[in-house]
């Protein structure tokens, strides 16, 4: 069959191509118009990242790198005939794929860099592939509008996130490590699934580890099922109320440090310290010397839950209540905490039924971006994670996990008593090295320190940080580094007087 592409060499003796009898570069000289190209570019700020979108044999990659030095140069691709030429490129991504090229760009470049990109068109295929170039700015507008949401999420949490930190390092108590074994991990979590699952659950207790993701806490000690492990990682001011309950006392709770959590989990509980790597929270209990684990940040819990358990154990990792997909009436497996605060708020204009309604449809997004996190990193833990239901038809599937019944479990149930060599996950009880007294001195002295770094206005201050990143003009930069300085020691006053009244 013959191909709509032509190879060959141009006046210059360079490689040139051509599509359906059109060029796609310079037939005389395609380094030439690729260095011409970098330099007709315009740009009123500094980019973090560059798009080309199919740039074909690549001829401008080199000469666009000298131009933005500090920017991740990236090509988008169309065809997979140009893929000879990727190396050119610090980044390739290709329109057609597993997954949506909105996706790929936002897991591999992160919100900082989609927030301060250019796009370009190499107009010879722009014309060549119309609908692929439509498409493709269609989803890198979407990448950039998620980037610019989750950058202003966490410009709005980040202070937030920032005390509750303090608060957890100054008031810890009884921290505990866990030893990793092999034994299997079911993961709880609170999707309208969840409910069909809980006599199994139930049933079959001691046969694996189980963790509860903060929503499903509830639901399971509700119905007589005690999970080992409880797992928090929202810094919302809400999310306490799901770890705030009578008849908790002996659970254990593995804990994110910035999450919002009841005093009295911290002071009287039994708490597994987790920290993000490179995260400032790590920063403080290093200060006082408190044992913790690490965890991955995560926009959902069960995705932070799910690295957890796979880091945790060589056996298999089973998700139970994870839908990932709005439902027709309640989102959660009841009881949930939320739910019972919301509902003592109906009224007859405005019942639960409208309020459900509401919660189904503004939860959609959402939803869609965790669901997409977890089919974007399938094929990683496709080798020993399931999804596991009681035959529950779920609207999306997600990517490379494999759906799995009861009864299917029951049948690896066997396979592991088999086992000789399992070994149960342990849980250690350690100490903080510091003397609770102290502490406020050592965070404050640790906090003081870490506000001078990068990392520290990367943080808690993301969407300065990246406006002073992009800015060209040195005034305007001074005086956007002045106002973070001043913000700056705004926020270390507030520290200091949370610190100093006890918490």
């Known amino acids: 069959m013959k191909s709509d592409f032509i190879f060959e060499e141009s006046k210059a003796g360079e490689l040139t191509c051509s599509f359906k009898g059109k060029y796609l570069h310079s037939k005389y000289n395609p380094k030439t118009e690729g260095e011409r190209f970098a330099q007709s570019l315009e740009a009123d700020f500094s980019p973090l990242c560059l798009f080309i979108l199919e740039p074909a044999l690549s001829y401008c990659a080199s000469s666009l790198k000298l131009r933005f030095p500090q920017a991740t140069v990236c090509a988008v691709r169309f065809r997979k005939e140009f893929s000879e030429s990727d190396s050119e490129w610090d980044k390739v991504f290709y329109l057609c794929s597993d997954l949506p090229l909105s996706e790929q760009l936002f897991l591999v470049l992160g919100e900082e860099k989609l927030c301060s990109s250019l796009v370009f068109d190499w107009s010879a295929t722009k014309q060549a592939f119309p609908e692929e170039n439509i498409k493709a700015w269609q989803e890198i507008k979407k990448a950039i509008l998620k980037a610019r949401d989750v950058i202003g999420t966490r410009a709005y949490f980040s202070k937030r996130w920032l005390k509750n930190s303090l608060v957890f390092a100054a008031n810890l108590e009884r921290p505990f490590i866990l030893e990793k074994g092999n034994q299997p991990v079911i993961i709880a979590a609170s999707g ?49 109320y799901h770890l705030d309950f009578e008849g908790t006392s002996e659970c254990f709770f593995a804990l994110e440090a910035e999450s919002a959590i009841p005093k009295r989990i911290l002071t009287d509980g039994n708490v597994i310290p987790l920290v993000y790597d490179g995260g400032l929270e790590k920063d403080f209990l290093d200060a006082i010397a408190c044992p913790y684990m690490i965890s991955e940040r995560n926009g959902t819990v069960a995705g932070t839950a799910l690295t957890f358990a796979y880091n945790l154990t060589a056996g298999k990792v089973y998700l139970c209540g994870l839908d990932q997909a709005a439902a027709k009436g309640y989102q959660h497996t009841q009881p949930n905490a939320l739910e019972n605060g919301n509902a003592k708020k109906d009224y007859r204009l405005k019942n639960s039924e409208t309020r459900m309604t509401f919660s ?15 089919i974007s990193n399938s094929a990683f833990f496709s080798d020993r994670v399931f999804r596991l239901s009681d035959n529950f038809a779920y609207d999306y599937p997600l990517g490379k996990i494999k759906e799995v019944n009861w009864n299917d479990f029951n049948n690896n149930k066997l396979e592991v008593k088999k086992d000789r060599d399992l070994k149960k996950i342990q849980i250690k009880e350690e100490k903080i090295r510091t003397e609770k007294k102290e502490r406020s001195k050592k965070l404050l002295e640790r906090l003081r320190n870490i506000s001078k770094s990068q990392n520290f206005i990367n943080e808690v201050f993301p969407m300065e940080s990246t406006l002073i990143r992009r800015e060209l003009s040195e005034e305007k930069r001074r005086d956007l580094l002045e106002r973070l300085r001043e913000k700056t020691d705004g926020l270390l006053e507030e520290c200091a007087k949370l610190l100093q009244a006890g918490l």
Not at 217 to 227: D, H, R, S, T, W
């Open 360 to 374: 189904r449809f503004s939860s959609e997004k959402t939803l869609e971006i965790y669901r997409n996190w977890f």
């Open 192 to 240: 309208p699934s969840l409910k069909s699952s809980l006599p199994f659950l139930k049933e079959n207790r001691a046969s694996f580890f189980l963790i509860a993701v903060s929503s499903a806490f509830m639901p399971l000690v509700k119905n007589g099922i005690l999970p080992d492990l409880v797992i928090s990682s929202d810094g919302g001011f809400w999310a306490k």
